[in-house]
């Protein structure tokens, strides 16, 4: 049998009706943000990558999937979704608008070619949001909020915000410099990738998991020493802007992330759960003043971040919150016997057309049979198609709970069915005791676990 890519997963089940409630709420999300949906193409030109992500990153020098083309064209399924954002910035000339700042969100598969574990899949999904066009730190702390907002929503509990400055350009130029005369005498002690990274990116040395335990590590100059006064300002205002949102945060000064474009403020938001496993950071982000010039557009300051539904999917289970309503279907279409079949399925079709959750026997179940199948799909009414209905256009709609039958004229069934099902949903409601805004009532018991 063939089976699945290394790395990969496939969705069906709860799982699909998690991802589906997930999505849903993030379009609606981004709505009252004001941000526009953007798609760009999962494959690109493997420059852009190694241009925008950065050679040095382990991204790119390790992970990307890399292939020619039929036209002998290097190509690279997108490991992130930024680089292609702001090609796409660039290429539309978005930065022509009038409505500045342009503020996008996207979601959608990325590829890693990455160990496969916990947390660390292959083919992963982001949702990210991409903001062009301000230098503000206001829209820092809007882009951090997002997230946040999104967990709050969720019910999400335990999570930490971690932030740091990476400062500007000058800021950086003066680290670098302190860095390379400070690693320099302990070269030998480094390990291998770390040694590329000091010709290449010292700031990465600080990233590196294999040598964080070296005293040289734990000696090596600060960021914070080197930051400009304008990099001192943002990141306070950042803080200042965070602390209006009441989002709490720590500032964490190893925090150097693996991306090369950032500028100014990096921050990540990470699981705090007992037992969540190593691969916790549930998204990341930050600023990047310059990729946009660095990929051939006019300069333009740039923040954003991105999440991976697999690990918030992971800590919503891990924090027993279910997400998704129950696949209830609010009307089973039954035959009394085949040569109805023709007759119920165009019912079915009519209450589709008029908005209703319905479901009819593709099987050539005998009566008992569809009465179980209606349990299983929890209907909550059933509609009989036999030969009274057929002749005097009267038809049986019965409650599937209480079992209350009601003899309804053919023309009334649309009518009937909607003041029926409203008030089961009302009465529902009344029932939800867990106060929780997204909870999902079925029958006064709730999927929100608090
Ligand atoms: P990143 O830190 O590489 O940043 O990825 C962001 C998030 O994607 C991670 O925090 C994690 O939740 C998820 N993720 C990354 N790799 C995997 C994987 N192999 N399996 C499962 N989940 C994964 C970026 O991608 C930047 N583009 C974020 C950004 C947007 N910065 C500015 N704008």
């Given at each position: 049998?063939?089976?699945?890519?290394?790395?990969?997963?496939?969705?069906?089940?709860?799982?699909?009706?998690?991802?589906?409630?997930?999505?849903?709420?993030?379009?609606?999300?981004?709505?009252?943000?004001?941000?526009?949906?953007?798609?760009?193409?999962?494959?690109?030109?493997?420059?852009?990558?190694?241009?925008?992500?950065?050679?040095?990153?382990?991204?790119?020098?390790?992970?990307?999937?890399?292939?020619?083309?039929?036209?002998?064209?290097?190509?690279?399924?997108?490991?992130?979704?930024?680089?292609?954002?702001?090609?796409?910035?660039?290429?539309?000339?978005?930065?022509?608008?009038?409505?500045?700042?342009?503020?996008?969100?996207?979601?959608?598969?990325?590829?890693?070619?990455?160990?496969?574990?916990?947390?660390?899949?292959?083919?992963?999904?982001?949702?990210?949001?991409?903001?062009?066009?301000?230098?503000?730190?206001?829209?820092?702390?809007?882009?951090?909020?997002?997230?946040?907002?999104?967990?709050?929503?969720?019910?999400l509990k335990g999570i930490q915000v971690k932030?740091?400055?990476?400062?500007?350009?000058?800021?950086?130029?003066?680290?670098?410099?302190?860095?390379?005369?400070?690693?320099?005498?302990?070269?030998?002690?480094?390990?291998?990738?770390?040694?590329?990274?000091?010709?290449?990116?010292?700031?990465?040395?600080?990233?590196?998991?294999?040598?964080?335990?070296?005293?040289?590590?734990?000696?090596?100059?600060?960021?914070?020493?080197?930051?400009?006064?304008?990099?001192?300002?943002?990141?306070?205002?950042?803080?200042?802007?965070?602390?209006?949102?009441?989002?709490d945060?720590v500032?964490?000064?190893?925090?150097?992330?693996?991306?090369?474009?950032?500028?100014?403020?990096?921050?990540?938001v990470e699981a705090d759960i007992q037992?969540f496993?190593?691969?916790n950071?549930l998204?990341?982000?930050?600023?990047?003043?310059?990729?946009?010039?660095?990929?051939?557009?006019?300069?333009?300051?740039?923040?954003?971040?991105?999440?991976?539904?697999?690990?918030?999917?992971?800590a919503?289970?891990k924090e027993?919150?279910?997400?998704?309503?129950?696949?209830?279907?609010?009307?089973?279409?039954?035959?009394?016997?085949?040569?109805?079949?023709?007759?119920?399925?165009?019912?079915?079709?009519?209450?589709?057309?008029?908005?209703?959750?319905?479901?009819?026997?593709?099987?050539?179940?005998?009566?008992?049979?569809?009465?179980?199948?209606?349990?299983?799909?929890?209907?909550?009414?059933?509609?009989?198609?036999?030969?009274?209905?057929?002749?005097?256009?009267?038809?049986?709609?019965?409650?599937?709970?209480?079992?209350?039958?009601?003899?309804?004229?053919?023309?009334?069934?649309?009518?009937?069915?909607?003041?029926?099902?409203?008030?089961?949903?009302?009465?529902?409601?009344?029932?939800?005791?867990?106060?929780?805004?997204?909870?999902?009532?079925?029958?006064?018991?709730?999927?929100?676990?608090?």
């Amino acid at each position: 049998m063939i089976q699945k890519p290394k790395g990969t997963y496939d969705v069906f089940g709860d799982y699909g009706k998690q991802i589906k409630y997930l999505e849903n709420l993030l379009n609606t999300l981004m709505d009252t943000y004001h941000y526009e949906y953007v798609r760009t193409p999962i494959f690109e030109s493997s420059s852009l990558f190694h241009r925008g992500v950065g050679e040095t990153t382990d991204i790119v020098s390790k992970e990307t999937y890399d292939f020619k083309d039929r036209g002998d064209r290097d190509m690279t399924l997108r490991p992130e979704g930024t680089a292609g954002v702001v090609r796409s910035f660039i290429e539309n000339k978005m930065y022509a608008r009038a409505d500045m700042p342009v503020k996008t969100w996207y979601y959608g598969p990325m590829f890693r070619y990455e160990r496969p574990q916990a947390g660390r899949f292959r083919e992963f999904y982001q949702f990210g949001v991409e903001v062009f066009g301000t230098p503000s730190p206001m829209m820092d702390a809007e882009v951090i909020s997002i997230p946040v907002t999104l967990f709050r929503l969720l019910g999400l509990k335990g999570i930490q915000v971690k932030i740091n400055s990476l400062g500007d350009q000058e800021s950086r130029e003066l680290y670098r410099t302190a860095l390379l005369k400070h690693f320099q005498p302990y070269l030998s002690e480094l390990c291998s990738d770390c040694k590329e990274r000091y010709s290449k990116n010292p700031l990465r040395i600080l990233d590196c998991k294999k040598d964080k335990d070296l005293q040289c590590m734990k000696d090596a100059p600060k960021l914070s020493d080197y930051l400009s006064e304008s990099s001192k300002k943002h990141f306070e205002q950042l803080k200042q802007y965070l602390e209006a949102l009441g989002i709490d945060y720590v500032v964490d000064e190893h925090l150097v992330r693996g991306l090369d474009y950032y500028t100014e403020t990096v921050f990540e938001v990470e699981a705090d759960i007992q037992g969540f496993g190593s691969n916790n950071v549930l998204c990341a982000g930050g600023r990047y003043n310059h990729l946009v010039e660095h990929l051939d557009g006019p300069q333009t300051p740039g923040v954003g971040f991105a999440l991976g539904y697999e690990r918030i999917l992971s800590a919503l289970e891990k924090e027993e919150i279910t997400l998704g309503e129950e696949n209830k279907v609010d009307v089973y279409v039954i035959p009394m016997s085949e040569e109805f079949n023709g007759k119920t399925f165009a019912l079915t079709q009519t209450l589709r057309m008029n908005g209703f959750i319905t479901e009819t026997d593709y099987l050539g179940r005998n009566l008992k049979g569809n009465f179980k199948q209606a349990d299983r799909l929890l209907a909550s009414f059933l509609i009989l198609v036999g030969e009274d209905e057929e002749k005097e256009h009267i038809y049986t709609i019965k409650n599937n709970q209480t079992k209350e039958e009601y003899q309804v004229d053919q023309d009334y069934i649309v009518m009937f069915l909607d003041e029926k099902l409203q008030e089961l949903e009302s009465s529902c409601d009344d029932h939800c005791q867990c106060g929780h805004h997204e909870c999902h009532c079925k029958e006064g018991g709730c999927h929100h676990h608090e």
